[in-house]
Every structure is written in structure tokens, then in C-alpha cells.
């Protein structure tokens, strides 16, 4: 199956930095990226979704200054956590399509583990 | 609002037990539905349904969908402890093409 992958794995930084994560198709062109956010023992809450060359569009309720969301390549598509506090820690989940045609299911990326002091 | 809601929330069984896990979903022009299993990391693709009562099989895995009662189950057979996870059901709806997920089962099966 196709390959979703994620950088970093696992990050820790101090409260108001901003931290970027990557999300990289790679052995497919991605047209449509997702963002999904993880909190403990809870579902995946999706944040945003972004198309290659355009601006991406969030859900009710995410900050899109918060969460600068940039899909720059068919195969890439990153997210800046800006200004991070605490209430940020989460799993940070991307996913990726290749279409958006019946049975062009989405692939997850192994996730990133954001804590902020 | 678009909505899915699986139970039970957690589920403990003995290995070689049978399990049925439920999700129920309120979505405005359905698409398909999916399930996925998650082991501390990102979720693995099990099943895409998208017609009503075609099961879908895999090893000792099925899932069927009734779209008339806008339900599905997962049934896993011979529970092994490598089947400890939590299962997600995923609905998208024809516009958007996102994913709403349900909250999930924590599966744990015991040896």
C-alpha cells in the first residue's frame, strides 16, 4: 500500500515557539492532505484539509493563524504549530489522497507527539 | 452536523472469544464508511463499505453495512491478543471528501 510518512516522530519544545511538521507522500502524488489532531484516548479530530497550490481549509473551531497549513508539492504538505502553549500538546495525525474518486482511500501518517512545556 | 457513534467504548474478551463492534452514523449524502485499527500510532485501513449488505472479508475480519438503519458492525473471529486496539469507524460524506470519525473501541483481549 501506499506511504505516508511524518517528521519529526516525536518533538518537545518550550511554550511560544513554533514548531513545523512534515507530511510527505512517498510513492504517490498526494493530491488532497488532511490534518487530524489526537488527544488521549479520544478520536481523531480533523483540523484542516489542504489542497496542492491552494489555501487550505479548516474546520469550524481551528485557528487557521494557530495552525499554518502549507501544501507546496504533490508530495508534501507541512504544518506550523505557531506560538505553541501547552494546551497544543496533542498527536498530530496527517493523511493523504491520492484522488478524490470512490476507493481512493486516505493514508495515514505514523503521527507526530507534540509536548510543550 | 455529521455524526458517528460506535459502542461499546471498551471491550475486554479471552483469546479465541468473537467479537462484534457497532457503529452507527448520521451523515449528510453518505459515501462510504470505513473502518480502521489503531495501534498506538496511526490508523491501518480494514474495511471500505459503500454498498449495503456486501460483507467484506479479511482473514478472520468482516464488517458489514446497512445503510437503511445507518449501521455497520466489525466482527472478528478467534480473537488473539495481537487484535488489542482501538477501532475506528470513519464516514465521509459525498461533498468535502473528510472523514468523521467515531470515538472508537479499545479492544483488549487477554491470553
Known amino acids: 500500500g501506499a506511504v505516508v510518512s511524518q517528521h519529526p516522530s516525536r518533538v518537545i519544545c518550550k511554550s511560544g515557539t513554533s514548531v513545523k511538521i512534515e507530511c510527505r507522500s512517498l510513492?504517490?502524488?498526494?493530491?488532497?492532505m488532511f490534518w487530524y489532531r489526537q488527544f488521549p484516548k479520544k478520536s481523531l479530530m480533523l483540523m484542516a484539509t489542504s489542497n496542492e497550490g491552494s489555501k487550505a481549509t479548516y474546520e469550524q473551531g481551528v485557528e487557521k493563524d494557530k495552525f499554518l497549513i502549507n501544501h507546496a508539492s504533490l508530495t508534501l504538505s507541512t504544518l506550523t504549530v505557531t506560538s505553541a502553549h501547552p494546551e497544543d500538546s496533542s498527536f498530530y495525525i496527517c493523511s493523504a489522497r491520492e484522488g478524490l474518486a470512490l476507493g481512493n482511500e486516505q493514508f495515514f501518517g505514523p503521527g507526530t507527539r507534540l509536548t510543550v512545556l | 452536523e455529521d455524526k458517528v457513534v460506535q459502542s461499546p467504548l471498551s471491550l475486554v474478551v479471552h483469546e479465541g472469544d468473537t467479537v462484534t463492534l457497532n457503529c452507527s452514523y448520521e451523515v449528510t449524502n453518505f459515501r462510504s464508511l470505513l473502518w480502521y485499527k489503531q495501534e498506538k500510532k496511526a490508523p491501518t485501513f480494514l474495511f471500505m463499505l459503500t454498498s449495503s449488505g456486501i460483507e467484506k472479508k479479511s482473514g478472520r475480519l468482516s464488517s458489514i453495512l446497512d445503510k437503511k438503519e445507518l449501521f455497520s458492525i466489525l466482527n472478528i473471529t478467534a480473537t488473539q491478543t495481537g487484535d488489542s486496539a482501538v477501532y475506528l469507524c470513519?464516514?465521509?460524506?459525498?461533498?468535502?471528501?473528510?472523514?468523521?470519525f467515531g470515538a472508537g473501541t479499545i479492544l483488549r483481549v487477554k491470553s
Open positions: 470513519a464516514v465521509e460524506a459525498r461533498y468535502g471528501n473528510k472523514l468523521v
Open positions: 510513492d504517490f502524488q498526494a493530491t488532497t
